[in-house]
DNA sequence: GAGTGGTCTAGACCACTGC
DNA sequence: CAGTGGTCTAGACCACTCG
């Protein structure tokens, strides 16, 4: 039998269950404490109520706010810091995790040079313009074939050589409409453009990875021989709620590069 | 000025600090209590003494024998538990992370069919050579040029499929003569193997990834053209204290599967 | 029921940041 | 200096596992 106290989903709760861990059990649904502050931590994310590179309030009013203890809200934050979501920072606060923070921007990019150090990034936008779902992207971005969708084509360059062409869908619903020239006029990544011009920030993504010959299309906006191996490189960006806002391939020129990962 | 105490060093200390925060400082190095004590943890879990699958001691009894509180011990199992050295196990105890663990299993191996869910793999031993490290796999796995190595070859099935072939870099200081009986008699992946034949426990790892063309011995066996696209991956194996132990480069056919990587 | 990990609290003090 | 996150303690109780 569950004894763990759960609080009230109050928007501000000023006075709560009980100072030590009893109170009225059974609830329909279990979970301990500093999962149910994550959870309305979250929310207060996902409402834009608190945005990306702000601060938070601090650990002991959130505590006093949520009436448990300072422990309990730094194990909720300890979670979201751990995902991502949160960015601690001794001395000054908690912030909520930008794309802007250039720390995350290899986060998502796993494009490493063969040989030598870092190497200054450059996206050139191609081509943008809308369409209607196929059943493809329908099916990976959890659509109805025929919704409108945007497609940015564009080209990413490493040291002024292009190495990655990207095809990039990503939902009318949620981003209205996307124009060459909102790109161009943006300056850094994509990402960043998402979360600061439509307030959609990427959480995670999955990506799955083979080995393709190069289309003459590409072959040529690369520099390789049609035919050539390419990596394919497919992803689906996911937002808050585990919510699909970005399908993309991206074909990987690997003479010069690989894509590096970490396997913990 | 850091106050924090640095406990001493020693195997099984009995008496520590003091039960409060305070003590002699100004230590050469200064890390939180809790570090100090995964320090002492990871020394016992390299030194072998507590083996993979095995409960190490209780946290009550740990913080007993280092002379800090229940919570400085939970904390620093916390983020072995987080880096997959230890498995916690509610009601029954801490393990020693094993290659053992079905769960594990796929931590190494990100491959996984196009469509559908997952399939039996089935490891093939082909070749078993000892050999001298050239120039590449010397830097690799930090070794001279010259020092002996093992080379193993062989092939991964999917559902009876050809779909990987492995080419495998072992130091021979390390492993020692490697025969392909050995390889043949063993049923369990690669590193169950390496964890209970010779001691040897891969941590981490880290991949590099590149389209290349196949070559017509991986052709073959993998039943592809020529020159069609493969999946080169490149892989650098660590065990404790971040010493590199193994380094293999495999080529994926990806007609079928494909790479899956999940980015946080 | 004894033993283990898991949660929660209350309070103290340390380290860092900025006014 | 005040305010923030970071560490540490001591003690209580909960949830799970097994004999």
Redesign the pocket.
């Known amino acids: 039998?569950?004894?763990?106290?759960q609080i009230r989903p109050m928007p501000d709760p000023t006075v709560s269950?009980k100072?030590?861990?009893?109170g009225a059990?059974s609830s329909p649904t279990?979970s301990?404490?500093?999962?149910?502050i994550k959870s309305l931590l979250l929310q207060r994310l996902e409402s834009g109520e608190w945005r990306p590179g702000e601060?938070?309030?601090?650990?002991?009013?959130l505590a006093t706010r949520f009436?448990?203890?300072?422990?309990?809200v730094?194990?909720a934050?300890d979670e979201m810091s751990a995902e991502n979501l949160l960015v601690?920072?001794?001395?000054?606060?908690?912030f909520v995790a930008s794309h802007d923070d250039p720390r995350a921007f290899f986060r998502f990019l796993r494009l490493v040079p063969l040989t030598g150090g870092i190497e200054q990034a450059q996206s050139i936008p191609l081509e943008c313009w809308r369409a209607k779902a196929g059943p493809e992207v329908a099916r990976m971005l959890e659509l109805n074939i025929g919704d409108p969708i945007n497609i940015v084509r564009r080209l990413l360059q490493f040291a002024g050589k292009p190495v990655v062409v990207d095809e990039i869908y990503l939902p009318g619903a949620i981003f209205g409409t996307v124009t060459l020239e909102m790109l161009r006029d943006f300056h850094g990544s994509l990402y960043s453009f998402f979360e600061s011009k439509f307030g959609i920030r990427m959480i995670r993504a999955e990506e799955r990875l083979r080995a393709v010959p190069a289309d003459r299309a590409s072959a040529e906006l690369l520099h390789v021989a049609e035919g050539s191996p390419l990596l394919s490189v497919e992803r689906v960006s996911f937002s808050y709620g585990d919510k699909p806002v970005e399908w993309r391939r991206g074909l990987y020129a690997t003479n010069e590069h690989c894509y590096f990962n970490e396997l913990g």
């Open positions: 039998m569950e004894k763990y106290v269950p100072g030590t861990s009893q059990a279990f301990p404490l500093y999962r149910q601060a938070i309030p601090s650990e002991s009013e009436s448990v203890s300072q422990g309990t730094r194990k934050i601690r920072r001794q001395g000054k606060g908690t």
